[in-house]
C-alpha cells in the first residue's frame, strides 16, 4: 500500500511539474510577444508580410525620420511611415514602383471613375461601396485626418477583409467589417475609406 501511495505521489508530482512547466512557457511567451508587438524602441522590426518588414515608428504617428530607398535609388518614403511600407511592399514583394509621392490621402484620385487607371499612381482604382471587391495585395486608401492612413489587404473573407499596416502603435494587423448594401460590398463603416488600389 506504502509502494502504491509512493507511485500516485510521484506521479502527482510528475503531472504538477508538467503543469507549471506549460504555464510558466506560456506567460513567458506571452510577456515576450507584448513587449516586442508594443517595444517602443524606432526602427525595430514588429511583423513581417510576404518576407516584407513592418518596422515600429512609436507612439507618434506623425515622427518622421530620414527618406529610405531600394538599392536601386527607388524613393520609399519616409521611416517608418505608413507610405513608405506600402512603396517597399509593392517595390520589393511584387516588383512594381508606384509612381508619385505625398501623403496617404493623396493616393486615391477622386477625378477616377471605378474601375479604371489612376495615372498619378499607375494602379486600378476601386472606390469602396461601388461594387467590387478588395483582393489580396490590393491598397486600401484612408482619408481621414490631415494625412491619411495606407495599409495592404493581406485576407479577404465573405464577413471581413485584413489588412497589415505600419505607423499604427501595436497593431501591425486589422479587421474591416464588409458590409453589402444593394449587394455592393463597403468596406469599414465609419473608418473613411476611399477605396483601394489595385497592379494591373
Request: with cysteine; hydrophobic share 35%.
Amino acid at each position: 500500500m506504502k509502494v502504491r501511495n509512493n507511485s500516485l505521489r510521484l506521479i502527482f508530482y510528475i503531472f504538477i511539474a508538467i503543469f507549471l512547466t506549460i504555464v510558466f512557457g506560456t506567460i513567458i511567451s506571452f510577456i515576450t510577444a507584448i513587449s516586442y508587438k508594443y517595444s517602443d524602441e524606432i526602427g525595430k522590426v514588429v511583423d513581417v508580410y510576404k518576407n516584407v518588414e513592418i518596422y515600429n515608428n512609436g507612439e507618434d504617428s506623425k515622427k518622421v525620420f530620414e527618406i529610405n530607398k531600394s538599392q536601386d535609388g527607388y524613393i520609399y518614403g519616409y521611416k517608418w511611415q505608413c507610405v513608405e511600407f506600402i512603396n517597399r511592399y509593392y517595390h520589393d514583394a511584387l516588383h512594381f514602383s508606384i509612381l508619385g509621392g505625398g501623403n496617404a490621402n493623396e493616393y486615391f484620385d477622386t477625378n477616377v471613375k471605378n474601375g479604371e487607371l489612376n495615372a498619378k499612381r499607375g494602379l486600378i482604382q476601386f472606390k469602396n461601396g461601388d461594387g467590387d471587391k478588395p483582393k489580396v495585395d490590393d491598397i486600401v486608401v484612408f482619408t481621414n485626418g490631415e494625412y491619411g492612413h495606407l495599409a495592404i489587404i493581406s485576407k479577404v473573407k465573405e464577413e471581413y477583409v485584413e489588412i497589415v499596416q505600419q505607423n499604427v502603435y501595436g497593431k501591425t494587423r486589422d479587421k474591416l467589417r464588409i458590409t453589402y448594401k444593394d449587394d455592393k460590398p463597403f468596406i469599414g463603416e465609419g473608418k473613411s475609406i476611399a477605396g483601394w488600389l489595385r497592379k494591373d
